[in-house]
């Protein structure tokens, strides 16, 4: 079970409630097992957007493009101001005694983000060498894209 609510970005505390950290913001809140499901479709929000944006661009790009952004910004409301805000907030915890924190070291993160960078640019490099349909161009823009902000994202976890 740990493993999976690490891979949430959810920790375990002393009382064996479910803790999000926002780090940022240096705010921790306790996750109600009620609204596990909620939280992880609100945790995966980038990757639902990139999907549907995928999807619908096949057919019109535009309206992929659309609705992309549109639902991004749905979930993202959805999880900072109906999830979060409908949790309690907690000062400070203790974790689970079986709690191993193995995060990422310094030096990984920025390897990873750097191959999601290089993997984005990539595939922009091929689609400007090789001719490639033009359906298939806004697939790998769109890929190359989400690789790129993922880097950025990633990047971003450097502190």
Not at 98 to 109: A, E, L, R, S, V
Request: proline share 2%; net charge positive.
């Amino acid at each position: 079970m740990q493993k999976n609510m690490k891979r949430l970005g959810l920790v375990i505390d002393s009382k064996e409630r479910m803790i999000y950290q926002n780090k940022r913001k240096n705010i921790n809140y306790v996750i109600h097992k009620d609204d596990l499901r909620k939280y992880e479709y609100a945790h995966n929000r980038l990757l639902i957007s990139f999907i549907l944006f995928m999807l619908i661009s096949i057919l019109n790009p535009y309206a992929g493009i659309a609705i992309g952004v549109v639902s991004f910004a749905a979930l993202e409301f959805y999880f900072k101001f109906i999830i979060l805000e409908n949790s309690m907030v907690i000062d400070n915890f203790k974790h689970h005694p079986d709690y191993i924190d193995k995060d990422m070291t310094k030096t990984q993160i920025l390897v990873l983000a750097l191959l999601y960078i290089i993997l984005g640019g990539t595939l922009i490099a091929y689609v400007q060498i090789e001719p490639v349909d033009q359906d298939v161009i806004f697939l790998v823009y769109g890929v190359s894209a989400f690789a790129i902000v993922s880097g950025i994202r990633t990047f971003l976890r450097l502190k």
